[in-house]
């Protein structure tokens, strides 16, 4: 079965780094758009990240821009989500998922495989 498995959160000070993992199996991640998303209490589940499999095409929400950065390493079937300078603001249940059908980045609703998401805390 298809199986996504966060990893690398954690408690971090303002302005450090976390690098996130997610590891897929029964599923070869490079055909499908990989995205992260975060949800923090009392807020809506947004998306963070997104990387496309068609054009390696990668997609960053505005308040991540130049400090987040989305890759993927192939041969371990794994897509990462580096995260520098961190802020108070990102501190939120960090999930990865995949589109089963198609290789373009798209909205929430398209996702079909979620992972149960690893917590980052920013906080000194």
């Known amino acids: 079965q298809v199986q996504l498995v966060e990893s690398g959160g954690g408690l971090v000070q303002p302005g450090g780094s976390l690098r996130l993992s997610c590891a897929a199996s029964g599923i070869t991640l490079d055909y499908y758009a990989i995205g992260w998303f975060r949800q923090a209490p009392g807020k809506e589940r947004e998306g963070v990240s997104c990387?496309?499999?068609?054009?390696?095409?990668?997609y960053y929400t505005t308040s991540v821009k130049g400090r987040f950065t989305i890759s993927r390493d192939n041969a371990k079937n794994t897509v990462y989500l580096q995260m520098n300078s961190l802020k108070s603001e990102d501190t939120a249940v960090y999930y990865c998922?995949?589109?089963?059908?198609?290789?373009?980045?798209?909205?929430?609703?398209?996702?079909?495989?979620w992972g149960q998401g690893t917590q980052v805390t920013v906080s000194s």
């Open positions: 998922a995949a589109d089963g059908y198609g290789s373009n980045c798209q909205s929430i609703p398209h996702y079909d495989y």
């Open positions: 990387s496309s499999s068609s054009d390696g095409s990668t």
